[in-house]
């Protein structure tokens, strides 16, 4: 399985982005995916996951500002951020699990400026 994540940019405070994580090659093998991120200087953390049968979860920081979303048609993860702070500034990275193994993408930088 591959994983291609983009939409990140440069967004100003309380601005908006959407990521997307396009899976190829073995998407029906996958049980769920999902966001991390790790900004400089600090561990990644988890930030959202979807099941295959849309089940979702989020962190605690998320506090309905993001939302996190599948198109099976497409083979595709989305990540919708909404009111971004600059704290939310770090790279974004598209997560899988097949019921062997985890899967990551390249990651994709999202920087807010205040």
């Known amino acids: 399985v591959q994983l291609q994540a983009s939409g990140g940019g440069l967004v100003q405070a309380g601005g908006s982005l959407r990521l997307s994580c396009a899976a190829s090659?073995?998407?029906?093998?996958?049980?769920?995916m999902g966001w991390y991120r790790q900004a400089p200087g600090k561990q990644r953390e988890l930030v959202a996951t979807?099941?295959?049968?849309?089940?979702?979860k989020y962190a605690d920081f998320v506090k309905g500002r993001f939302t996190i979303s599948g198109d099976n048609a497409k083979n595709t993860v989305y990540l919708q951020l909404i009111s971004l702070k600059p704290e939310d500034t770090a790279v974004y990275y598209c997560?899988?699990?097949?019921?062997?193994?985890?899967?990551w993408g390249q990651g994709t930088l999202v920087t807010v400026s205040s």
């Open positions: 997560n899988a699990h097949s019921a062997r193994r985890e899967y």
């Open positions: 090659g073995g998407f029906f093998s996958i049980n769920d």
């Open positions: 979807i099941t295959s049968g849309g089940s979702t």
